[in-house]
């Protein structure tokens, strides 16, 4: 999503190697495209964390891109927080084209040399449509809150830091003024529900000390 921010931090690193360790044996046994996930609550470092994995595997020699959940809202965010204003319902996986996303991972497994994917223009509050080159990459990563529901993915990773945990995050990160006002809690305590429920589904944890596990 154009208009983000993404600032890697040393825990974020950490994380990134953590993940690598996990994953590289795997990828260096088959020359196949790998897909995964990062996914987390609001400002748990997905967008960081999987950027610092991408460099990791980069100095394996491994090329990587991400796509990030942002772009694929069904609406643009100023819209999108209207929205859940006027039915917090709306609050949830249904809020993104989760499809759309899979239909993308699963086409670069099946060797899509590019992807057109929707593009969020953040300033401007709309969605349009980028052509993405995907030729040279060997592992595509996709982050955001529900990634862990996605069917095309080799491997999820889960970020266990929850809402409060990541609240100096978020502050940090502030994309609007909306992002901090009371609402916005009753719409983080919503996901938290969601998500939350997501980590058992994951292959890899990031612990809030980012260190990285297998689940038991």
Known sequence: MRGDAIIVEQHHRRAGRGVTDHI???LRKTSTRYT??????SGSGKSETAQALAEELGKAGINCTI????????YPPRSNDQTRRQDI????PQEVHLDVLDA??????????SLVKPLVL??????????????????????GTYTTL??????????????????????????????????IDQVLAIEHRIISAHKIRADLVIAADYTVSIPA
């Open 24 to 26: 590289l044996p795997k």
């Open 36 to 41: 995964l996930s990062v996914a987390g609550e």
């Open 67 to 74: 796509l990030q959940q942002d772009d694929y809202f069904v």
């Open 89 to 92: 319902g709306w609050v949830g």
């Open 104 to 113: 993308n991972l699963q086409a670069f497994h099946n060797g899509a040399t």
């Open 122 to 143: 953040y300033g401007q509050d709309q969605i349009t449509e980028e052509t993405l080159d995907v030729a040279g990459s060997r592992v595509l990563i996709a982050e």
């Open 150 to 183: 996605l069917e095309n993915v080799d491997a999820r990773t889960f970020i266990d830091r929850s809402y409060i945990d990541t609240r100096a995050h978020r502050e940090k990160r502030a994309r609007h003024e909306s992002e901090l006002d009371p609402f």
